[in-house]
């Protein structure tokens, strides 16, 4: 059966004078303040005009299993046909042109990274890259959590983590990597081992693009996570850009001066707050990705932490809000399961708070609706199998609760305001995968994959690659 949902679309967005509570900011700042008020519920045949339609049978095909914990497919840009599935646990391994995984990873930092929780981590190999003339000069980048160096945030607390950033180069192999290749160009002090991001996608522009996170913990305001403009809230690193790099997207040049460079148009050179910073705002950026075709935007799936889920298209100095909002709510870190009825539109610098274009209810969120414990961002279609999707929004939701019951979603991109969304139906599944969904892929034509596993942490051998198809 067909779900459609229209959570958040219709919302009023009113300009008010705010209340004694946000007084207190505005010893240091005196922004716009907003009040959202909901509309009355839609009625099933407006949800179901409203929302988008696909009229072709969808399925997936399973390209490869085995794996332990995959998280991410990104092709091989050699015209090889080949591609890159990352494994959690700190191994890439290559699919060949036939989609067969090749006896030995890619790559294997197992030895070099913090030991995961089998249970349950956000840490481990996250991202990979490669240069947009790999097949030239063989480079490759790569975002991994290693064990932490000594010290810590405060005196008498210790760092979780190292949030280390590193160059390779292909050996004479061309799949394996010279292990001895490696040259670290960022590494970062991570005060918890949650909120790692974990996006390494260079832009149509020939930059690397990196999605952090806050720093780990709830509210962002833990042991770790600095004093920003808002005093209503605790925290935090999201809206400080200045004392860490924490909550951010980040642009940087990796053919200019070593170990990098900030391009020149970067929203904060020259300006206080740091040169790498190309957005900021977020909680825990886990998975972007550039749209191949179109306008070529920016699409980032932004984790909530209690009541909302949200998608977010990426512009230039962009704040998307945390942690003054989650979604497209104030939030409170004093009662974070309770919205408050308002906060700044604007920061210190002038930026608007930017909303996302989709908003999910978090599986804790007690308002009717599809439920997600995280959203997972995926990709924009622009493959030619499924002609139904063609410029969709293809996204996940990593499961409806603890149990695997991942699902897929797809929004046609519109203009201002909350985008509607539909759940994919799938052939050979009822209701949900049976699976966590991981995270997404996108070949060189197009064609989007989907990461998962039945294990909730990066443990087992249950984790699948794959491709989402045209139904028999």
Known sequence: MKRIFMQGVGFRIFILTCGMVLLISTALFTPGCKKTENTPALTEEEATAAAPKLKQGVDLQLVEDGFVSPIGVVPIPDNSGRLIVIDQIGQLWVLDAGGNKMPTPFIDLTTRMVTLNPGFDERGLLGVAFHPNYASNGRLFI??????????????????????FSEFRISADANVVDMS??????????????????????????????????????????????????????????????ANLWGSVLRLDMDGAMPYASPSDNPFVGK???????????????????????????????????????????????????????????????????????????????????????????AANPAPGVKSLTVIGGHVYRGKEIQGLKGDYVFGSFSKSFTPQGELFFAKPAGAGLWPFQEITLESFTDHLGAFVKGFGQDLEGEIYVATSTALGPSGTSGKVYKLVLAD
């Open 181 to 242: 290749s490696e040259r670290v160009f960022l590494e970062i002090d991570d005060p918890q081992g949650n909120h790692n991001g974990g996006t390494l996608v260079f832009g149509p522009d020939g930059y690397l693009y990196i999605s952090i996170g806050d720093g780990g913990g709830a509210n962002d305001s833990p042991v770790g996570h600095v004093p920003d403009w808002y005093l209503v809230n605790a925290g935090g690193n999201g809206q400080d850009v200045e």
């Open 143 to 164: 975002y991994y959590n290693a064990p932490p160096r000594a010290g810590g945030p405060t005196p008498t607390t210790t760092w979780n983590n190292l949030a280390r």
């Open 272 to 362: 206080p707050g740091f040169d790498e910073i190309y957005a900021y705002g977020f909680r825990n950026p886990y998975r972007m990705s550039f749209d191949m075709g179109g306008s070529q935007r920016l699409f980032l799936g932004d984790a909530g932490q209690i009541l909302y889920e949200e998608v977010d298209i990426v512009e230039k100095g962009g704040n998307y809000g945390w942690n003054v909002k989650e979604g497209t709510h104030c939030f409170s870190t004093a009662t974070p399961g309770t919205s408050l009825s308002d906060c700044p539109s604007i920061d210190p610098l002038g930026n608007r708070l930017i909303d996302p274009v989709i908003e999910m209810l978090n």
